[in-house]
């Protein structure tokens, strides 16, 4: 069964860095673009970042570009959510999915099934 999993959320101050892992299971996640996308209290969910082999980073959110970054590590299946210079408004729960499309980044919305996610909380 395919699975994601995410992790690596916590609480820090603004201007802090935090790095969220996405480990996949039942098939080889290197061969898929992935989507992350986040939901606040009382808002809608939001695309952030996609990462596929043919675009690299694709940003869905003007707001990260610059202080996010997505990658993989093939042998342990995972793929990386790196956050820098974080702000109040980035405060979250952040999830990972394939794209519907499989292999592309095709749109902020394209995302499959997801997991529970992993809270993103920045404050003084």
């Known amino acids: 069964q395919v699975q994601l999993v995410e992790s690596g959320g916590g609480l820090v101050q603004p201007g802090g860095s935090l790095r969220l892992s996405c480990a996949a299971s039942g098939f080889s996640l290197d061969y898929y673009a992935i989507v992350w996308f986040r939901q606040a209290p009382g808002k809608e969910r939001e695309g952030v970042l996609c990462?596929?082999?043919?675009?690299?980073?694709?940003y869905y959110s003007d707001s990260v570009k610059g202080r996010f970054t997505i990658s993989r590590d093939n042998a342990k299946n995972t793929v990386y959510l790196q956050m820098n210079s974080l702000k109040p408004e980035d405060t979250a729960v952040y999830y990972c999915?394939?794209?519907?499309?499989?292999?592309?980044?095709?749109?902020?919305?394209?995302?499959?099934?997801w997991g529970q996610g992993t809270q993103v909380t920045i404050s003084s």
């Open positions: 990462i596929s082999n043919s675009d690299g980073n694709t």
């Open positions: 999915a394939r794209d519907r499309s499989y292999y592309y980044c095709s749109g902020p919305s394209a995302f499959g099934s």
